[in-house]
């Protein structure tokens, strides 16, 4: 997960992702979810593009996040939607020093 | 070697089977016969999102008559099924004509159930898009609009109402709404969100005249109670499409019965979604769903299974409805199980309820707990037995459940 251009945000707490496994932010005026996958931090932005539910308030099984509105399921790394052909922006985290960064900008998809 | 589909129906079920059989590479013919004229739209914001005016019709669609033209998938619409002819593996349409196919799958849905003596001018159903647009415009502020029977549709159809600033009323036979679905304490929760919200819910009544005069309907309950509407909307529950199968040596009593595989016992003939009650090893019988993810996975399963991929469809059945700014979710089958355990405050409509046989979860319902069933599904599907008192616990993370078993 490289940074493409370059303009990280100090989000969170890498602690406090860790704790709570899913996390609402606002970066720059934008609403992302943190999601605590394994060991590593993912972001995406937490209002579903379905139905404008907040993701963070969803789960993460089985390595894939899951919207509480109506279960959509996400690749957390892409925001790519099981089964469908809607994508959820995703962004680009760095952890660095205890501390998640994300790139406010839409991650350009694959 | 499968070279031709047909489906009988052109709704969800129909559209992912369509999907299901074109993204696992079949080429061969795919032919959908609806008897409604539209092609395949999504149903559930019928009854919530298009109902109050949120949404357009073009966000409806499920399948564009662009896409079937780039898929190779024939529509015929405006075609009713009327008849199966499995020796032939045919289906003779209302027009007449004949289309043939390796595999059938009837995907024929259901229509509303009409209660006796609920006929008039002012009497609703709610099925179709035709359906929705016409009782959109009525549900203005200020009318009076009178809802029979407090299952989903009843109470989505009211919180679409009140949104429009309808005056409702909702007129249902038992003591509670959906008690025969979620038990009487999650049914009291449900009465207890409709009253919260402003419907006048009339619970153990039942409608024993229905008059209309220029002025209005009038309803007048066993109890001898007298209600005045506007519109009235019946939501009495479906009767599933099975005349096309009629006559076809497959059973047909409250809908065709399938097996994991959604096949129907007849060689080459498949049933899926509305219409079909699926086998549930769980319960040791056959399910008719009347659910979205039901058709989903219904109309998957088949269409993988007339591929020849061997791919049972096991899952629990899982349904949602929004209503009054609320998410309500069900999982499993609650029928049968001997305990309840709630986690989250009931009072606040927050929280999920765990249904268990002995240890066993079976089954989950949750108002704005969305993640939580996700995970409580996962627990369902794998027959986990849990303590009451981590259930309970808010503290205690669902997902830790989970791991700990796979």
């Known amino acids: 997960m490289e940074q493409q251009t370059g303009e990280w945000v100090q989000a969170a707490p890498l602690a406090e992702v860790r704790r709570r496994k899913r996390l609402a932010v606002t970066v720059e005026g934008r609403r992302i979810a943190l999601f605590l996958v394994g060991d590593d931090v ?30 959509w399921v996400f690749d957390p790394a892409t925001g790519r939607v099981e089964g469908r052909d809607e994508c959820q922006p995703s962004h680009a985290v760095r952890v660095e020093d205890g501390v998640v960064y994300v790139d406010p900008r839409r991650r350009d998809p694959e | 070697m499968i070279e031709s589909v047909v489906v009988a129906g052109a709704g969800q079920t129909a559209a992912v089977a369509a999907r299901t059989l074109r993204r696992r590479g079949f080429d061969g013919r795919i032919t959908l016969v609806g008897a409604e004229h539209d092609a395949p739209y999504q149903r559930p914001p019928l009854s919530k999102e298009y109902l109050a005016g949120e949404q357009d019709r073009d966000e409806l669609s499920l399948l564009t ?45 259901g229509r509303p159930r009409r209660p006796p003596g609920l006929d008039g001018d002012r009497v609703r159903y709610l099925r179709t898009i035709a359906d929705a647009d016409r009782l959109r415009a009525e549900l203005r502020p200020g009318a009076r609009v009178v809802v029979v029977g407090a299952g989903f549709i009843g109470c989505e159809v ?32 449900m009465a207890a969100m409709l009253r919260a919200n402003g419907v006048d819910l009339r619970t153990g009544e039942k409608v024993e005249r229905y008059a209309e ?22 939501g009495a529950g479906m009767v599933p499409n099975v005349e096309p199968v009629t006559g076809a040596g497959i059973d047909t009593a409250g809908g065709i019965p399938v097996d994991a595989y959604c096949r129907t016992g007849v060689d080459g003939v498949y049933a899926a979604g509305d219409v079909a009650r699926q086998w549930q090893p769980r319960l040791g019988r056959h399910v008719r769903a009347e659910h979205f993810d039901n058709a989903n996975a219904q109309g998957m399963a088949a269409a993988k299974n007339i591929l020849g991929l061997n791919t049972p469809h096991t899952a629990p059945p899982w349904f949602w409805s929004d209503q009054f700014g609320h998410g309500v979710q069900h999982a499993g089958h609650a029928d049968g199980t001997d305990r309840l355990v709630v986690r989250g405050r009931v009072e606040d409509f927050d929280f999920i309820a765990f249904y ?31 303590a009451s008192d981590v259930l309970r616990d808010e503290d205690a993370d669902l997902t830790d459940l989970f791991d700990a078993l796979s």
């Not at chain 1, 937490?46 to 509105?69: E, F, M, T, W, Y």
């Not at chain 2, 009327?82 to 595999?103: C, H, K, M, N, Q």
């Not at chain 2, 066993?360 to 707990?369: E, G, K, M, T």
């Open chain 2, 356 to 386: 268990l046989s002995g240890d066993v979860l079976r089954a989950a319902f949750a108002i704005d707990r969305g993640g939580d069933l996700a995970i409580a599904r996962q627990l369902i599907a794998c027959d986990a037995a849990l």
């Open chain 2, 65 to 109: 008559p662009d896409w079937c033209e780039c898929n190779g998938v024939e529509l015929r619409l405006g075609a009713a099924a009327a008849a199966i002819r499995p020796a032939e593996r045919s289906l003779e349409l209302a027009d007449g004509t004949t289309v043939r196919g390796d595999a059938v799958l009837i995907a024929t849905g």
């Open chain 1, 42 to 71: 993912y972001a995406l932005d937490d209002v579903c593009v379905h139905k404008q539910r907040s993701l963070s308030k969803g789960a993460v099984l089985n390595g894939r996040v899951i919207c509480p509105g109506h279960q």
């Open chain 2, 158 to 189: 009211a919180s679409a109402a009140i949104d429009r600033g309808a005056h409702v009323t909702i007129v249902e036979q038992a003591g509670r709404p959906l008690g025969h679905v979620l038990g009487d304490p999650m049914g009291d929760v």
């Open chain 2, 213 to 234: 005069t220029a002025s209005g309907a009038v309803l007048t309950t066993a109890g001898g109670t007298s209600l005045e509407a506007d519109v009235v909307v019946v």
